[in-house]
């Protein structure tokens, strides 16, 4: 009998580790606070369940694989053309899709570290080398990813608010920082947590692109719509960036539930950014509680805050486990709390007073 031989696979796949989402776990008494995952803690409003009951008479049918009414629905919401627009799963589906689009096997792509974990995933999946600029003082070092910019650099993500800190950087250093960016380098401005930012000295990406055909804009209805479960994100960009993107696609990736659900969602949007500035205002109170107990948390414009613990992040996520409450650990770095109901923010300020550490 002849040795089985398994197949074989990219080597690369070796040296990737798998994206790990965020737990949810269970305390005394039943208790669950999910605030690992930076989900809305609302959920979807009436109009966008009706909107999706109706779209579920047509299970059966295939979705348009062009989202036509949601690209539109999006366009005329932002005030771009449609050719500006190209849809995906969720955030990390049209980042995927932008590195199909630029990145390969001797190409360069630039972000800061530590920033949103699937940059060096998909990074690595392209076959293109990641370059990591570590952050300065928890912000983006602007200076130093220009400086790390070569002509092997196909894109460049800058993560505004920053995951996992929450941190920002302003529109002087940013357009400053554009304004050396090479016009072969496609800037990718993530900015997924957008509709939470309140410091009005952050540029919105939507007004810095229109001008710069190398800088695209990407956002999500994961976060601020509450439709993490159907995964729709988008890119606003020059009409040769934007068709890119499409190009590379997954044919219908955006399925006929959640395209019926974001239209919905964008209809219904006075009535979500009540429930967004109703999460800011949660963000600030467990921010200054934290700070009033000596820890020390950065300024942060994002759906959740930053606790740099360094050798104590395992044992302080151990400890809000065991309350019941599920944060985001990185090993050896930090905690990301995601602001989510009173009560849950609650639960985690009440292990937060009682853990010995501060940072």
């Not at 197949?7 to 269970?26: A, H, Q, W």
């Amino acid at each position: 009998m002849s040795e089985r031989i398994s197949p074989y696979f990219r080597s690369v796949l070796g040296s990737i580790p798998p994206y790990r989402p965020g737990r949810k776990v269970e305390g005394p008494g039943g208790r669950s606070a999910k605030l690992s995952s930076n989900e809305s803690p609302y959920g979807p409003l009436p109009a966008v369940r009706e909107a999706v009951a109706a779209a579920a008479a047509e299970l059966n049918r295939y979705p348009d694989s062009g989202a036509t009414e949601l690209t539109e629905a999006i366009a005329g919401r932002f005030g771009v053309p449609a050719d500006h627009v190209a849809v995906g799963a969720g955030s990390v589906g049209v980042l995927q899709q932008l590195l199909e689009t630029a990145a390969e096997p001797g190409a360069e792509v630039c972000y800061a570290w530590r920033s949103f974990e699937a940059y060096p995933l998909l990074a690595g999946l392209s076959g293109a080398t990641a370059v990591e600029v570590p952050l300065r003082d928890e912000v983006h070092d602007l200076d130093a990813i220009a400086a790390a910019i070569t002509d092997r650099t196909r894109l460049v993500f800058v993560c505004n608010p920053n995951n996992p800190t929450g941190t920002v950087v302003r529109e002087s250093e940013l357009t400053a920082f554009l304004d050396r960016v090479p016009d072969h380098v496609l800037v990718v401005l993530d900015e997924a947590y957008r509709e939470y930012v309140r410091d009005t000295d952050v540029p919105d990406g939507l007004r810095l692109y229109r001008d710069r055909p190398n800088v695209a804009v990407l956002r999500t209805f994961s976060k601020a719509y509450g439709l993490a479960a159907l995964r729709v994100g988008f890119l606003i960009g020059h009409p040769h960036v934007a068709e890119a993107v499409r190009k590379t696609m997954v044919p219908f990736a955006v399925n006929h539930l959640a395209q019926s659900a974001a239209i919905a969602s964008l209809a219904a949007e006075d009535e979500l950014l009540e429930r967004v500035e109703a999460t800011v205002k949660e963000r600030e109170r467990v921010r200054d509680a934290l700070l009033a107990d000596g820890w020390s948390v950065p300024h942060t414009e994002a759906n959740f805050v930053w606790l740099r613990l360094g050798e104590q992040t395992m044992d302080f996520a151990a400890a809000c486990e065991r309350a019941g409450v599920a944060v985001r650990p990185f090993a050896g770095e930090g905690a990301r709390v995601s602001i989510g109901a009173p009560d849950d923010n609650d639960a985690f300020l009440a292990v937060a007073v009682e853990f010995p550490g501060r940072n």
